[in-house]
């Protein structure tokens, strides 16, 4: 599948702090990209380099194969995480110009936009001024905003940040309703239970650098570590040949649950056997890290391998 | 490009179709005019003080003829008191002191008195040894009809020497003022008025001043706005952030057009009413009323020019207006208005796009716009003193002042090529410092945060 958007190597500084260290990354026509990583770890630069706000100082961005240029930004639609709307203009007019901005003609515009506020129920606030809207209702504005020109890309810095929940789902809808109808999207967020429902594939940047990229799918398996779990009515006990750790624990209904991390010459099937012959199992369950897990985990090895290499040796502390 | 038009078209539209500029574009001719007239009535009226200062008036020469000043103060105490206030003194009531110099004093000391005015020369012919004893400093003015009053007394006295009486002695100045007449290179004489010209002139300066400052600071407030509403990332990912500043700048100074063609129209429409409404009384047949400013535009010959000086003040006044060199005129205030704005509107707009709050606007508008304050000054001094003086002249090359003097020079008649060549400076000019704005606006407008410092700003220009 053709890649919609794709940086290779991309590297900005401001200065001497280095905000995008050769990133590489690429968002596949109809699918939906996540970008994680902790505050400052570069994803607003990143984005704001794909919706042409800032240029790279190294690296290439490419847009449908061609160099990514102004024009491309027609093709796009952007909503910073910072975001807000011109509050003594109506609805309708502010719609009409973001259209028009983005390259539609007039009639087109207007046409678009009556068929937005048709779909979000928001006929009747037409003329109204955005400082007499509901905040909810300014923030289905602000997402019209960006989709009503229909682009193939969608870029969205934290999308989900200062929703409700009910209007945070309606936005999870409309991004999946964009990607089905062969639109892309790529979105940065702090949420993980956003990241493993909604991307196709996601990538962890930590101080500017890529850690970690993949289909979800993919991720999640290569952090598989062998972890099982497994449920008895009463405690037992496993053969030490079998298992590196293993944990108990009893739940609230009075049943036992073991986690075990097993050696990595034994199959789950192995496992399995072994767990049977112990007592009389009632839970198998194979423990595949969930997105959170993973994100912390490399975040925090990154932090780890980051601090190795910024020590500064002992000769150096000395005082000239 | 299509963008520098979609955002001119908001920014046009949003501050068209506001109310309060409606409103401001009705009565703003009205507090216009109320504000001239106010400040001309306090000008001329003077001080609110109204009581009347009584000052002792006395000559310390013993034998100089004490009928002639005691002649004087009795004509003054009689004039102040049959006009109230409006005597030929202003609000000063001359009494002869009384002859021992202490008691005098004393009575300035105590208050009973203003002051006490002691002419040390027998035929005013030197004012060296007069001097004015008084408790409070007095003012300018108080001292300038002190000083006149004294003056006068001493032509008329010199007068009287010859036998002449005051009212010949009135009769003999020369009555009215001189009128210019001013000669044209291909052998024309017209009229001609400084007064008028200077009046023109620094009122289209004004005019140039207060706009620059009004729409001036729109920009930069729009730029704020954007900025601190966080609207302005949606619109730079996909407007080129020069051509955002552009399209800010444009529009906004469509606004003033506009508002200035709706002022000149109103103005033009209140003119004739009133015009046609008068004369249609006096001599004209209601249907031909509609012909009335028509006429008034077309040129008129020596001759009819003579007639309507002689009918008075009134229409000869519409002769000296008649020989203004409109185009011109209006031909510099447009250029240099609109080129002044640019200029400076490129200015404020960087600064919108630099601070965060409006608090911290302070620090970045002084220095910009204290060179428009120094155009105004020198255009309300020198311009008005020499138009055709070298600091005139160089003032009105100098791109920052240039909007301001050179409109205030325009009704005395430019040379084309000085008028030219400053208007190329300042276009010139406009375009640098567009270039130079356009280079912090691309940064500032995503700065958000601390405060920014002139060291920023110019690492952003870098």
């Given at each position: 599948?053709?890649?919609?958007?794709?940086?290779?190597?991309?590297?900005?500084?401001?200065?001497?702090?280095?905000?995008?260290?050769?990133?590489?990354?690429?968002?596949?026509?109809?699918?939906?990209?996540?970008?994680?990583?902790?505050?400052?770890?570069?994803?607003?630069?990143?984005?704001?380099?794909?919706?042409?706000?800032?240029?790279?100082?190294?690296?290439?961005?490419?847009?449908?194969?061609?160099?990514?240029?102004?024009?491309?930004?027609?093709?796009?639609?952007?909503?910073?995480?910072?975001?807000?709307?011109?509050?003594?203009m109506t609805v309708a007019d502010q719609l009409l110009?973001?259209a028009?901005?983005?390259?539609?003609?007039?009639?087109?515009a207007q046409t678009a936009v009556k068929k937005w506020l048709h779909r979000m129920d928001m006929m009747e606030w037409a003329k109204k001024k955005v400082?007499e809207i509901s905040?909810g209702m300014a923030?289905k504005v602000?997402f019209v905003s960006?989709v009503l020109?229909?682009?193939?890309?969608?870029?969205?810095?934290?999308?989900?940040?200062?929703?409700?929940?009910?209007?945070?789902?309606l936005?999870?809808?409309?991004?999946?309703?964009?990607?089905?109808?062969?639109?892309?999207?790529?979105?940065?967020?702090?949420?993980?239970?956003?990241?493993?429902?909604?991307?196709?594939?996601?990538?962890?940047?930590?101080?500017?650098?890529?850690?970690?990229?993949?289909?979800?799918?993919?991720?999640?398996?290569?952090?598989?570590?062998?972890?099982?779990?497994?449920?008895?009515?009463?405690?037992?006990?496993?053969?030490?040949?079998?298992?590196?750790?293993?944990?108990?624990?009893?739940?609230?209904?009075?049943?036992?649950?073991?986690?075990?991390?097993?050696?990595?010459?034994?199959?789950?099937?192995?496992?399995?056997?072994?767990?049977?012959?112990?007592?009389?199992?009632?839970?198998?369950?194979?423990?595949?890290?969930?997105?959170?897990?993973?994100?912390?985990?490399?975040?925090?090895?990154?932090?780890?391998?980051?601090?190795?290499?910024?020590?500064?040796?002992?000769?150096?502390?000395?005082?000239? | 490009?299509?963008?520098?038009?979609?955002?001119?078209?908001?920014?046009?539209?949003?501050?068209?179709?506001?109310?309060?500029?409606?409103?401001?574009?009705?009565?703003?001719?009205?507090?216009?005019?109320?504000?001239?007239?106010?400040?001309?009535?306090?000008?001329?009226?003077?001080?609110?003080?109204?009581?009347?200062?009584?000052?002792?008036?006395?000559?310390?020469?013993?034998?100089?003829?004490?009928?002639?000043?005691?002649?004087?103060?009795?004509?003054?105490?009689?004039?102040?008191?049959?006009?109230?206030?409006?005597?030929?003194?202003?609000?000063?009531?001359?009494?002869?002191?009384?002859?021992?110099?202490?008691?005098?004093?004393?009575?300035?000391?105590?208050?009973?008195?203003?002051?006490?005015?002691?002419?040390?020369?027998?035929?005013?012919?030197?004012?060296?040894?007069?001097?004015?004893?008084?408790?409070?400093?007095?003012?300018?003015?108080?001292?300038?009809?002190?000083?006149?009053?004294?003056?006068?007394?001493?032509?008329?006295?010199?007068?009287?020497?010859?036998?002449?009486?005051?009212?010949?002695?009135?009769?003999?100045?020369?009555?009215?003022?001189?009128?210019?007449?001013?000669?044209?290179?291909?052998?024309?004489?017209?009229?001609?008025?400084?007064?008028?010209?200077?009046?023109?002139?620094?009122?289209?300066?004004?005019?140039?001043?207060?706009?620059?400052?009004?729409?001036?600071?729109?920009?930069?407030?729009?730029?704020?706005?954007?900025?601190?509403?966080?609207?302005?990332?949606?619109?730079?990912?996909?407007?080129?952030?020069?051509?955002?500043?552009?399209?800010?700048?444009?529009?906004?100074?469509?606004?003033?057009?506009?508002?200035?063609?709706?002022?000149?129209?109103?103005?033009?429409?209140?003119?004739?009413?009133?015009?046609?409404?008068?004369?249609?009384?006096?001599?004209?047949?209601?249907?031909?009323?509609?012909?009335?400013?028509?006429?008034?535009?077309?040129?008129?010959?020596?001759?009819?020019?003579?007639?309507?000086?002689?009918?008075?003040?009134?229409?000869?006044?519409?002769?000296?207006?008649?020989?203004?060199?409109?185009?011109?005129?209006?031909?510099?205030?447009?250029?240099?208005?609109?080129?002044?704005?640019?200029?400076?509107?490129?200015?404020?707009?960087?600064?919108?796009?630099?601070?965060?709050?409006?608090?911290?606007?302070?620090?970045?508008?002084?220095?910009?716009?204290?060179?428009?304050?120094?155009?105004?000054?020198?255009?309300?001094?020198?311009?008005?003193?020499?138009?055709?003086?070298?600091?005139?002249?160089?003032?009105?090359?100098?791109?920052?002042?240039?909007?301001?003097?050179?409109?205030?020079?325009?009704?005395?008649?430019?040379?084309?090529?000085?008028?030219?060549?400053?208007?190329?400076?300042?276009?010139?000019?406009?375009?640098?410092?567009?270039?130079?704005?356009?280079?912090?606006?691309?940064?500032?407008?995503?700065?958000?945060?601390?405060?920014?410092?002139?060291?920023?700003?110019?690492?952003?220009?870098?």
């Amino acid at each position: 599948m053709a890649n919609v958007i794709e940086t290779s190597s991309v590297f900005k500084a401001y200065g001497e702090q280095i905000v995008s260290k050769n990133i590489s990354i690429a968002v596949a026509e109809g699918s939906i990209y996540g970008l994680l990583g902790p505050n400052g770890a570069g994803k607003t630069t990143l984005i704001r380099m794909l919706a042409t706000i800032t240029q790279p100082d190294r690296g290439e961005i490419r847009f449908m194969g061609e160099p990514l240029r102004e024009k491309h930004s027609q093709k796009m639609g952007y909503m910073p995480e910072e975001r807000g709307l011109y509050k003594k203009m109506t609805v309708a007019d502010q719609l009409l110009f973001f259209a028009e901005l983005r390259g539609f003609s007039k009639k087109d515009a207007q046409t678009a936009v009556k068929k937005w506020l048709h779909r979000m129920d928001m006929m009747e606030w037409a003329k109204k001024k955005v400082e007499e809207i509901s905040k909810g209702m300014a923030q289905k504005v602000q997402f019209v905003s960006c989709v009503l020109h229909n682009p193939q890309l969608l870029i969205l810095d934290e999308p989900f940040s200062g929703f409700d929940p009910v209007n945070a789902d309606l936005i999870k809808d409309l991004i999946l309703e964009q990607r089905n109808a062969g639109h892309s999207i790529i979105f940065s967020t702090h949420r993980m239970d956003n990241v493993e429902s909604l991307c196709d594939r996601l990538g962890i940047i930590h101080n500017g650098e890529k850690v970690l990229d993949g289909t979800v799918s993919e991720i999640r398996r290569s952090h598989f570590k062998g972890a099982f779990e497994l449920g008895y009515h009463n405690p037992v006990f496993f053969p030490t040949h079998l298992i590196q750790t293993s944990q108990m624990r009893e739940t609230n209904d009075g049943k036992f649950t073991y986690t075990i991390q097993t050696n990595s010459a034994f199959s789950p099937q192995d496992l399995l056997q072994e767990g049977m012959k112990a007592g009389e199992l009632i839970h198998f369950s194979e423990l595949i890290p969930s997105i959170h897990d993973i994100f912390v985990e490399t975040v925090a090895q990154a932090k780890l391998e980051s601090n190795e290499s910024v020590s500064i040796p002992p000769s150096k502390l000395i005082a000239p | 490009m299509k963008n520098i038009w979609v955002i001119f078209k908001r920014e046009y539209l949003s501050r068209v179709k506001n109310k309060t500029f409606i409103i401001m574009t009705f009565l703003g001719p009205v507090l216009m005019v109320g504000f001239y007239a106010s400040t001309l009535y306090i000008a001329t009226k003077g001080s609110d003080d109204k009581r009347i200062k009584n000052v002792y008036v006395s000559q310390m020469i013993p034998f100089i003829n004490d009928t002639l000043l005691s002649h004087e103060v009795a004509n003054n105490s009689n004039k102040a008191k049959k006009n109230g206030t409006e005597s030929g003194l202003l609000n000063t009531l001359l009494i002869l002191a009384p002859s021992n110099k202490d008691s005098a004093i004393e009575h300035v000391k105590r208050g009973s008195v203003d002051g006490w005015l002691s002419i040390g020369d027998y035929d005013f012919s030197t004012l060296d040894s007069t001097n004015y004893y008084t408790l409070q400093t007095p003012s300018m003015i108080e001292m300038e009809i002190l000083n006149k009053w004294i003056q006068d007394r001493a032509v008329q006295n010199a007068y009287s020497k010859l036998g002449l009486r005051e009212s010949q002695i009135d009769s003999l100045r020369s009555q009215g003022s001189i009128k210019t007449k001013e000669l044209s290179k291909d052998g024309n004489i017209s009229d001609s008025s400084s007064d008028l010209k200077s009046g023109i002139g620094f009122g289209l300066a004004f005019l140039v001043y207060l706009f620059i400052f009004i729409y001036g600071s729109m920009v930069m407030r729009s730029a704020m706005e954007e900025k601190t509403n966080r609207i302005v990332e949606i619109i730079v990912s996909s407007v080129n952030p020069f051509h955002l500043m552009m399209g800010k700048i444009l529009g906004v100074a469509a606004v003033g057009l506009t508002q200035f063609i709706a002022w000149i129209v109103l103005a033009i429409a209140l003119i004739s009413g009133i015009s046609s409404f008068g004369i249609g009384q006096q001599k004209i047949e209601p249907t031909s009323m509609v012909n009335v400013p028509g006429a008034m535009g077309n040129s008129l010959s020596a001759q009819q020019i003579e007639t309507i000086q002689s009918t008075g003040d009134a229409h000869s006044l519409l002769a000296l207006l008649e020989n203004l060199p409109y185009f011109q005129i209006l031909a510099i205030f447009l250029l240099f208005f609109i080129g002044g704005y640019l200029l400076y509107s490129s200015f404020f707009a960087a600064i919108g796009s630099a601070v965060n709050e409006s608090s911290d606007v302070q620090q970045f508008m002084l220095p910009v716009s204290l060179p428009l304050v120094f155009g105004f000054i020198i255009a309300q001094s020198v311009a008005l003193k020499s138009p055709h003086g070298i600091l005139a002249q160089v003032f009105s090359m100098f791109p920052l002042t240039s909007p301001v003097v050179m409109v205030v020079r325009a009704p005395f008649g430019v040379p084309i090529s000085e008028i030219i060549l400053s208007a190329c400076i300042l276009f010139a000019s406009f375009f640098l410092m567009v270039w130079v704005s356009g280079r912090i606006y691309r940064i500032g407008i995503l700065s958000y945060g601390k405060k920014p410092t002139w060291k920023d700003l110019w690492k952003w220009i870098r």
